[in-house]
């Protein structure tokens, strides 16, 4: 099956501190999201990106489809961006998402 | 507009039992999908519902299984609990399944607990 690496594992970060994650995979996919999962376990909905570029206030992210990753950049973070980043992806002509082992964040104020 | 919406929020089971999770998707989706996620780790894919059959499963043992109902609202049901079963369960709807149709919303999972 398809794979999916994140990184770094770990972030700690500083208010206000600027961070971009990472996210590998190995096979052309035809859906790629980012979550955010909060402390409560609740997977919320960054991005849909297959490819090109978004943005969505302090938070964009790209995805370069030919070279198999994608970026997330936080700006300007704040203590509520604390949580478990995920990576998802569907293979083309799959239905499944394959999530990766997340980048865990850390705000400090 | 209602989210997806998971039955019961925490759950504590003792080994051999069987549970059943229920799930009802987001309004105007008809897609269900169910994963698992233990502690520490990405969310694993168990199986997809789409017109009331199973379309794709992931590798979980035949004591998973699942069923959609005609108002889309879906069931998981764990046979002979294992420890290992021990995580976290989470429901998402979506509009379809693949590509932009497979953009996937999730439920705040039911935490199941086994003793």
């Known amino acids: 099956g398809i794979q999916v690496e994140q990184s770094p594992p770990d972030l700690i970060l500083q208010e206000g501190a600027n961070s971009t994650l990472r996210c590998n995979f190995s096979d052309s996919v035809n859906n790629l999201q980012w979550f955010h999962q909060n402390p409560w376990g609740q997977l919320i909905n960054l991005f849909y990106i297959p490819s090109g570029t978004k943005q969505n206030g302090r938070l964009s992210a790209t995805t370069v489809a030919t070279e198999r990753y994608s970026l997330l950049y936080i700006s300007s973070s704040q203590t509520t961006d604390s949580g478990v980043y995920f990576c998802?992806?569907?293979?083309?002509?799959?239905?499944?998402?394959?999530f990766g082992g997340g980048t865990r964040v850390l705000v400090k104020p | 507009d209602a989210g997806v919406t998971q039955s019961p929020t925490h759950l504590i089971k003792t080994r051999g039992q069987q549970v059943t999770l229920r799930c009802s998707p987001k309004s105007g989706h008809d897609t269900v999908s169910w994963y698992q996620q233990a502690l520490g780790q990405g969310p694993q894919f168990i199986f997809q519902y789409y017109e009331e059959e199973e379309r794709q499963r992931g590798n979980f043992p035949d004591r998973f299984s699942g069923h959609q109902f005609p108002n889309y609202s879906s069931e998981l049901n764990v046979n002979a609990l294992l420890l290992g079963d021990s995580a976290l369960y989470l429901c998402?709807?979506?509009?379809?399944?693949?590509?932009?149709?497979?953009?996937?919303?999730f439920g705040a999972g039911t935490r199941l607990s086994v003793l």
């Open positions: 998802a992806v569907e293979r083309t002509a799959g239905n499944k998402l394959t």
């Open positions: 998402a709807s979506s509009l379809g399944t693949s590509g932009w149709e497979n953009i996937q919303y």
